[in-house]
C-alpha cells in the first residue's frame, strides 16, 4: 500500500503511507461505524469479500501477477487432516497438507490452461495459502486463475497477494530555529529534548496537546507494535524498544538473506530504478519504521533530540515492508502475531502488543487476508491504527484503511486544515498532525550509516500521533477497549478545516482525550469545521512535495550536530 504524496507515486504497489505517500485503499463498504469485526464470509457474499482485480489500479493490473492468498472455508479447515493443534512455531505446513482434497486437481487444470506452474509457499495464521505462479499472469488470465480455484467448495475466496510499498520523503527544513509556539499552560511538561521546539504536532495549537497530556502519563506500561520496515539502532529510541520479529518470507526483499527471522532489523529500502517495476524510479532509503517508531516513543527529557507522545511506552517492531514493499500475507501474519496471536514458525509472542500502528496501504477492495487477520486482532483486544494514505482521494479505495475494525487517521498540517495529500472521506476516523513531523531515522542513503532526525510528511507520520495518545489513554485506562478508544478520540477532538466531504472527527487530542476518559471534563464545544476553498489542482500540489530551489530530495537532513546538506 502506498501512502505517498510522490508526484510519481507507483499504484502499482500498495505503498506505506509515509510522508505524504499515502496508500489509499478503497471501501467498497461504506466507513465503518462501530468495530464491528469483518462479517463471516458465507458462501453468497464470499465473491465479494476479497481483493478483485478490477479494484486495482490500472498499473498494477498492468503489472501483472504471480502471487495469490488461496482462503479456505471454516467447513474446509475444520474437516481437518492438517495439525492445526500443533505447538507453536514447531509445526509448518507443507503443500501436500494444505491443500485439501480435490483443490489439487483444480490448480492441476489450471496451470495447465494457463501453462504456469502453481508453488506452495506457505500457510498463513489465518490457515490460507500462498501461492506463487511460475510466470506472471495478466490480469486476465489472474481473473481466470481465481475464478477457476474459487469454484472448489473447500475455498472461501482467491486473491492476489499484494505488495505495499513504504515511501518516505523528506521534507525540506529551512532552518533548525523554527518557531516554538508550545502553548504552556501550569499543568504542561516540557522537556529538554533539543529538537523539541520543532516539533509543532506535539505543542502547537494546531497540535495534539500532548505536553498538558504528560502531566498524566507519559505511557509506561503499553507496548505499541509497529508494523512497517523495520528498526534501527538509535540512541533516542533504543531503550524502549523490545525485541520484534521480521516477518518478511520473501529473501530479496529482505535483503537479510534469509526469509523470517528474529531479528527485525531495517536493512534499508533503496531502490535502483526499474528493479521494483519497469518505470520504477530510483529512491533511498527512507527509515520508515524508525521514523514511525520514535514519533510514539523516543526517549524524552534526554537532552537529546525528539519526544515521543508516549515517551514511556515500549515499542515492538516487526519488519513486513522491505524493498519494493511487503506482501499482504506477510503483514497480515504480523497484525496476528503483535496481538498475541500463533504465526506457524514462529515464536510465541512474549509482549503482545495492545496496540498495533500500520503505516501503510495501497489501492483495491479489502482483501480477506486482511479481514480474518484483523477479525482476530479485534477478538484479541489489541486496537489498531491505520493510516488513511497520502493519494488525496476517498478513503474507500484504500486497504486496510476500508477493512473496517482499524482507528483510521488523516493528517492535518500546521494550520489545522486538512494536509493536501491526505485521504478523506467518511472512513476517516480521526485526523492528526502529519506534515513536517520531526523523528528518528538513520542517515544512511543506503545502508545504515548512523542516527539522525528529519522531517517527514504523510498520514504514515499522522497515524502514530494516533498510537500513541492511545498509549497513553490505555495507561491511565487498561480495559480501555477499541470502541471506547475511537469514541472518546473523536469526542475530544480539535476542530480541523475541512476542504472535502469529510476529515473525521478532528484534530486527536492527548490532554482532553485523557480528561474524557477519566471523566473530568465533558465533550468540548465543537464548532462545524469551516468549509475551505476549493482543493488546489494537482499541479499546485507537485511543487509541496519537492524543494522548489534544489528540487532535490532530501535537501537537508537533520544530525545532532546539525543539518548535513543533502546530496
Ligand atoms: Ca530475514
Ligand atoms: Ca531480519
Ligand atoms: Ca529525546
Known sequence: MSFTTHPSSRRIARVALSMGTAAALVASLGAPATFAAPAQTSNAARAAAHTTISSLSSDQQKAGFNRFVITYTDDALNAGGINWASPAGTHVATWSDSLYSGITADVQKIDDLLNVKTNYVRTTSQKATVV???SKLTAEQAEKYMAALSSNASVASVEPDLMRRSSARRQATSTLAKAASASKTQAAVTPNDTLYPQQWNLHDAKGISAPEAWATTQGSGVTVAVIDSGIVKHPDLDANVLPGYDFITEPSIARDGNGRDADPTDQGNWEEAGVCAADSEASESNWHGTHVAGSIAAIMNNKRGIAGVAPNAKILPLRALGMCGGYDSDIADAMVWAAGGTV???????????????????????????????AEVNKRGAILVVAAGNDD????????????????????????????????GKIVDVSAPGDGIMSTVDLGTTVSTGAGYTEYDGTSMAAPQVAGIIALMKSVDPSLTADRAKQVLKQSAKPLTCNVNACGAGIANAASALEVLQGKNAAPAHPKPKRAPKYPTRAARTGYVTNPTTN?????LITPHGLIPGQ
Not at 512474549?350 to 482483501?367: K, R, W
Open 132 to 134: 506463487t505462479t511460475s
Open 344 to 374: 506457524e514458525g514462529v515464536p510465541a509472542n512474549t509482549h503482545p502488543a495492545q496496540i498495533i500502528n500500520l503505516s501503510l496501504g495501497g489501492e483495491g477492495t479489502c482483501p480477506a487476508t486482511y479481514s480474518k487477520a484483523i
Open 393 to 424: 482521494q476517498d478513503t474507500s479505495k484504500i486497504a486496510p484503511a476500508n477493512c473496517g475494525g482499524s482507528i483510521v487517521v488523516g493528517s492535518t498540517n500546521q494550520k489545522g486544515q486538512r494536509s493536501d495529500f491526505s485521504n478523506y
Open 552 to 556: 532535490h530530495n532530501p535537501p537537508f
